[in-house]
């Protein structure tokens, strides 16, 4: 199964690319920019890693990419991600970033814009690995915050496959953010939005209504509002669920009591991805890997996810056919 779910060309929906740093790179960039840490050692790091919930994994999110200052550090970041993704046969990846986590740091969009877009063509070119970018808004900031950025980022609009709505979720709606979403929509920018991680169902159906998202990332309390899954499944609405996220911020107790069985029992079009690889214990391999563990599913139920993903993804007509044969012939 192991090999079978490696060889599956895995299209990645959901990551951060600011929680892929591993601590082994997390030292190397604070040595190579006089930054200190907090921790003493990588396995300190690592030690440090367990979370009561949401907020308190975001505390050491935002402290460890303190690390990342040139647009170097950028590129190094996610060329380290895709070089392991690739390893798990990811052929995809779309991205998160925090524009505003980095500028509160005094680190400029045009910085880490440079580094991310560097890498996206080095991964393109040396592993075929395609990837798409997300520029995502600090939901507990304000709105009028997220509205410059958005503006500010008018160099790079054209380089966006969406905007999204990350960090703490719990007391910040969507609706919070309906001027921003609707100033995107006329710039012809697609949205996606966290949404039903830790916040109630209301907030799934705000994204919906209020920022018109053509995918909820995580979403995994819709389970508690039948209507709205009914509602999910009619509109074909994609969710991008953590599987290790989802137990390692509490979301869930133990993997085995992850709603994604209710979710695909429920008709839904579902995905697995990894969130915050460095700090959840696993890239998307080891999320298909654990699913398969908690839930014995079978090929066809892998075949179904991947599937689901290549469709979904940000990319052009010509891609998703090359994916789709891909992954018709890697069974
Ligand atoms: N949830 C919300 N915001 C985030 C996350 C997450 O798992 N990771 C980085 N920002
Ligand atoms: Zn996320």
Known sequence: MRDFLTRLPKAELHLHIEGSLEPELMFVL????GVALPYGSVEEARAAYDFQDL????????????????????????????RRAHAEGVVHVEMHFDPQAHRVRGIELPVVMEGLSLAR?????ELGLSSALIMAFLRDR????????????????EMLDAVG?????RGHPPSKFTEVFMRAAQLGIPRVAHAGEEGPPAYIREALDRLDVCRIDHGVRCLED?????????????????????????VVERIEDHPLPQLLE??????????????????????YLACQRAFGWDEATFIQLAGTAIEAAFIGDARRTELRHRLAASY
Do not use: I
């Open 142 to 157: 304000e709105a009028a915050e997220a509205m410059a950025v958005l503006e500010e980022a008018a160099p790079y609009w």
């Open 165 to 169: 709505l990350d960090s703490a979720e």
């Open 121 to 125: 063509r080095h991964a393109e070119r």
């Open 266 to 287: 429920a008709g839904l079009r579902v995905t697995l991805n990894s969130d915050d690889p460095a700090y959840f214990g696993g890239g998307v391999l080891d999320n």
């Open 226 to 250: 039948p209507a709205l899954v009914a509602r999910l499944r009619d509109e074909g609405m994609v969710l991008t669920v953590c599987p290790l996220s989802n137990v390692r911020l509490k």
């Open 30 to 33: 604070a040595e190579r920019n």
């Open 55 to 82: 907020q308190s994994f975001l505390d050491l999110y935002y402290r460890g990419m303190s690390v990342l200052r040139t647009a170097e550090d950028f590129h190094d970041l996610a060329m380290d991600y895709f």
